[in-house]
Structures are given as structure tokens and as C-alpha cells.
């Protein structure tokens, strides 16, 4: 009997499986290769690492990160890409690169740094599934990582200012979309009729960008003009994942997003009030520290220590 195969990773909304794209990523594989596993979505009763997600667990190995994950899944036989050639596998790993470099530092930002989406959808989200009061910290801490990210790839000369890395990043993300929907053209995969690595990693990317309702669509928008991509993710959702892992239908997506709104005043509220405790805990006066009194011994205590330095 095959090892049990677990895979930990964020959970779903607006009638994805996942809303985070790495997660996306694996489970989209795991569907296409026959992957058998049992998907273990994180919620605030989680006491695990958030920071490796999507972690896959074994009897034997705990493998993190897509790539790694999905070479780990290739060597137990579950391969989706047993049919591609030598040259289509080259491809893959091309146009695999330029998502990772023209896409994803775009969609980082749409999530984590553009700052409407992410006080109104990506921290009261995230901040709902993370137990009390890591749920107050741990969105801004990797709201800062998805910033160092796109600054650590992107921010070198000329690009000195945010302003202008964010002009670059979505100038390049836009191109990318461009190219993606050109190859794929009228197929229903990027290689035939049968899907690989490569569309996992495209629908991983590109489909929480198209679903997620936010404030601020500049990328999403122009994605929603190219309609074979959104063709094409709305066909893996309907093939491969029927079954809303995130519990809603689309006629109860207005349910949802209410009860978002809720929670994102009441995630607001909690972090305000923790910013003015802060606030006021640095703005109040600090009294000197007080010098504790020299305690004089008695006579007698004197010269019981002196015998006792003098004993051996």
C-alpha cells in the first residue's frame, strides 16, 4: 500500500480551491497526475509553520516549495508530463522561469503591497485563518516579505523608487499575460489536450489574480481581457475541482464578501488599537531607574562573612 501522501496549504474562497497560489500550484498537479492526496487546509486552530506552505508530508519525507514538491510526486510515479518531448519539457521550464520573474512579483503585489487589496481582502483573509494574536502580525510580516521579494528581484538600478518598481512590475506582468494568451491560443492546455506542469503553474498564477474581488484591479483587469486564460481557468475548475473546497457557491459569494467586510473592520479595529497602545507606551514618560539602597551588614554579619572567606 502507497504511502499516504498530506499536503498542508491555505485554504479556498471565491470558489477556488486555494486562494494562495503555491498552494494552487501542487493541488492542480496533484490533480492532473492522479496524485491521491489528502488536502489539509490550514485554519486558526493551526499550530504549524505557515512560513513553508505548501508543506507535503509522508511517512518518511516532509518536502516544501512547488518545484520540490511536484519532482518529489514525479519520482513516485505520478508524472503529468510523461508525454511532452524533450523540447515541450524545455518549454516548460522557460515559461516557468518567466512567470516566476514577469508574474509573480506583480501578483505579490496585488495581494500583499497594493494597499486597498490588502486591508480590505488579503489581511482580513489571511488574518482569519492564524490563531489570536499571531493573526495581528504574521499578515504584515509577510506583507514585508512579499515587498523584500519584489524589491530583492526588481529594485536595482535604474528602478531606485517604489514607484517606479511597480510601474516595471506590472508593465512586465501585462507582456507576460500577453505571451501566455498568445501560446496558448484556441487549446484547451498549453501542449494539446492533456495537462502538465506547465498549466498547473499558469492556473496556480493566474487564477486567484482572476477570482479574488478587489478593490483595486489593474492587473486583474487587464487579465479579464484575454479570454482564453480566463477560459482556461474556468475549465480546470469545473473539470478537476467541481467540488468548492472553500465551501461556497457563487450564488453565496455575497454572503461571503459581507462577512469579509465584517471581519475586515473588526481585524482593523483590533490593530489600531494595538498601534495606539504602542503609541502611547513610547510617547509616556520614562522615570529613571531608581538605585536600590546598599544594604550595610551588622557588625556581626561582617565578621561571620569575613570567617567564612577565610575557611576552606
Known amino acids: ?34 496524485a491521491p492526496l489528502k488536502v489539509n487546509v490550514i485554519d486558526n486552530t493551526w499550530r504549524g509553520s505557515r512560513g513553508d506552505v505548501p508543506v507535503l508530508t509522508t511517512e518518511d519525507n516532509i518536502v516544501s516549495q512547488p518545484t520540490k514538491i511536484l519532482n518529489f510526486l514525479k519520482k513516485q510515479k505520478y508524472n503529468a508530463d510523461y508525454e511532452l518531448s524533450a523540447k515541450q519539457g ?15 512579483p506583480a ?32 499578515p504584515g510580516r509577510m506583507s514585508k516579505g512579499a515587498l523584500n521579494r519584489i524589491l530583492l528581484t526588481r529594485g536595482e538600478p535604474p528602478l531606485y523608487h517604489l514607484q517606479e518598481v511597480e510601474a516595471q512590475i506590472y508593465r512586465d506582468a501585462k507582456e507576460c499575460l500577453n505571451l501566455l494568451s498568445h501560446r496558448l491560443g484556441t487549446s484547451q492546455f498549453f501542449f494539446g489536450d492533456r495537462p502538465s506542469t506547465l498549466d498547473a503553474y499558469v492556473f496556480g498564477f493566474i487564477a486567484p489574480l482572476y477570482k479574488v474581488r478587489f478593490p483595486k484591479v489593474q492587473l486583474q483587469g487587464h487579465l479579464k481581457q484575454l479570454s482564453n486564460l480566463c477560459r482556461f481557468c474556468d475549465d480546470i475548475l469545473n473539470s478537476y475541482f467541481k467540488r468548492n473546497i472553500g465551501g461556497f457557491s457563487p450564488a453565496g459569494q455575497e454572503a461571503v464578501d459581507a462577512n469579509l467586510q465584517k471581519l475586515t473592520q473588526l481585524v482593523n479595529k483590533e490593530s489600531n488599537l494595538i498601534e495606539k497602545m504602542d503609541d502611547s507606551l513610547r510617547q509616556s514618560p520614562q522615570l ?4 536600590l539602597p546598599t544594604l550595610k551588614l551588622t557588625p556581626a554579619e561582617e565578621e561571620d562573612n569575613s570567617l567564612r572567606r577565610l575557611s576552606p
Open 288 to 291: 529613571p531607574p531608581r538605585k
Open 90 to 104: 524545455a518549454d516548460t521550464l522557460a515559461y516557468i522561469a518567466l512567470l516566476e520573474e514577469k508574474l509573480l
Open 1 to 34: 500500500m502507497a504511502a499516504p501522501l498530506e499536503l498542508s496549504c491555505w485554504g479556498g474562497g471565491w470558489g477556488l480551491p486555494s486562494v494562495h497560489g503555491e498552494s494552487l500550484v501542487v493541488m492542480a498537479y496533484a490533480k492532473f497526475s492522479g
Open 107 to 138: 501578483v505579490l503585489h496585488t495581494f500583499w503591497v497594493e494597499s486597498d487589496n490588502y486591508f480590505t481582502v488579503t489581511k482580513p483573509w489571511f488574518a482569519s485563518r492564524i490563531p489570536f494574536p499571531l493573526s495581528l502580525i504574521l
